[in-house]
């Protein structure tokens, strides 16, 4: 049995030291004694609050040389337990389980429970480790040492629950697009609660909603659910929707992968259609056989009809198969607009070819794009755009001459001359030319007018 006064009992130390400093305080000097008794109160009481400080630290410091850790564990593996001592004084440790019963007294195990093995015992050091941990061992561990008083240090053991296989489901198995679908991800029994991502190929998306509650087969365990609405377009058939389970219990690649399902989204939309030209290679000429190729993409399969736009189909079309339309020796007839419809269960959508047929000329060579029979036009003008011109010009000219006729017209000029001067007043001939014959002389005085 350890005495009061021993070096690993602090506060039978501290009272041995105040007993013996209370005794020296009534031992002193009758001079001292004599003083008044207030002053021995107040030294009593210095002394006694010195004292209780120390005594505290000391006690303070040999609780801190019993020390354990926490342990997070995942349920059914390995939890290990350590006791250690900081500074040794050879005094025994032992283990409690929360329920304080004894799970191993220095090296003995009185608890009749094998899953408790001994891992190290020293002076210094009880470890002991716990398999197949379950959640009814958690709780606070109970690290002894037997001092007097004992002192006490605990290990909190956590045991984590991985959540069970995910389960996914979708309120509409088929989509048309534009429609909107709410998939629902649940998992059940983990601990703590798991976390649900939701992925769209390889893109995150962010849930509409989530809710956890309690099992109701263990209070301890948590069941999650997490729901998610989409609005599918075409682009968004074949992908896969994936509801992976996140949990602090996994960290295993494999066993992450198996914390997620997936579903497929399966989208119907209208047709999309396209017409290419298969032939001829450039300008469609009279005696030509156009060939064209319609391509349409839709879910369900679509269907496909040729037919012509306000006007028969001539009668030598060809069909090969439904996408592709032969039209053999061509002629000006057949000039028009040409249409391919496609339709399925989720709509109909078509795209238009006009077709322009060029007369045969060995001078005119393809060059430009028509735009409106997707061929090439000649690089040399039509001849009845040569016509034209030529209309135009010679109008113009003709117009330009009756303009000038008109103008000259209007200001045509008339000559007087003063070479007969006084002719016009003869009486007869003779007498005219004799004055006209007289006005010869004033020759150099001559001049013309114009009006």
């Known amino acids: 049995m350890r005495r009061w006064g021993s070096a ?167 989509l048309r697009e534009g429609e909107e679908v709410e998939f629902t991800c649940s998992t059940a029994g983990s601990k703590p609660a798991a976390e649900i991502k939701w992925l769209k190929g390889d893109e995150e998306i962010q849930e509409s909603a989530g809710n956890v509650e309690e099992d109701p087969r263990e209070e301890k365990l948590f069941n999650v659910t997490s729901r998610l609405v989409l609005k599918v377009s075409r682009l968004d058939d074949g992908l896969p929707v994936t509801c992976q389970v996140e949990h602090p219990a996994v960290k295993d690649l494999q066993t992450m992968k198996d914390l997620q399902a997936q579903r497929y989204l399966d989208v119907q939309y209208k047709p999309q259609v396209q017409i290419t030209m298969s032939q001829p290679q450039g300008l469609t000429r009279e005696g030509d056989t156009l060939e064209l190729i319609c391509t349409a993409s839709g879910k369900p399969q679509p269907n496909l009809i040729w037919k012509r736009v306000d006007e028969e189909m001539p009668d030598r079309a060809i069909f090969t198969e439904p996408r592709t339309f032969i039209l053999e020796s061509l002629n000006k007839t057949d000039n028009g607009t040409y249409r391919c419809s496609a339709f399925n269960a989720v709509g109909e959508s078509f795209e238009d070819y006009v077709l322009h047929v060029y007369a045969t000329s060995p001078t005119t060579e393809p060059s430009a794009h028509d735009s409106r029979a997707g061929t090439e036009v000649p690089r040399s003008v039509d001849h009845a755009v040569i016509g034209g011109v030529v209309a135009v010009v010679v109008f113009a000219i003709l117009c330009l001459l009756i303009v000038l006729g008109r103008y000259f017209a209007r200001h045509k000029g008339t000559y007087f001359t003063h070479e007969a001067k006084g002719a016009d007043d003869a009486a007869d001939a003779d007498t005219a030319i004799i004055n006209a014959e007289g006005g010869q002389n004033n020759s150099d005085e001559k001049k013309e007018y114009f009006i």
């Open 8 to 174: 690993s009992n602090p506060l039978g130390s501290a009272l041995h030291t105040s007993r013996c400093m209370f005794n020296m305080a009534f031992a002193m000097p009758s001079a001292v004694a004599a003083a008044p008794t207030t002053q021995h109160l107040l030294t009593l009481a210095v002394w006694a609050l010195l004292i209780g400080k120390g005594a505290a630290q000391e006690i303070e410091a040999d609780t801190q040389n019993l020390v354990t850790d926490n342990v997070v564990v995942v349920e059914g593996e390995v939890a290990t337990i350590s006791c250690r001592v900081k500074n040794n004084d050879d005094s025994v440790i032992q283990l409690l389980n929360p329920s304080r019963q004894t799970i191993y007294f220095r090296e003995v195990r009185p608890l009749k429970d094998n899953r408790f093995q001994l891992v190290n015992f020293s002076s210094s050091e009880l470890r002991v480790s716990l398999s197949n941990v379950s959640l009814v061992d958690e709780g606070k561990y109970v690290c002894q040492l037997y001092t007097d008083p004992p002192q006490e240090a605990f290990a909190t053991i956590t045991v984590l629950v991985p959540p069970e296989t995910p389960i996914i489901d979708a309120n509409k198995d088929v």
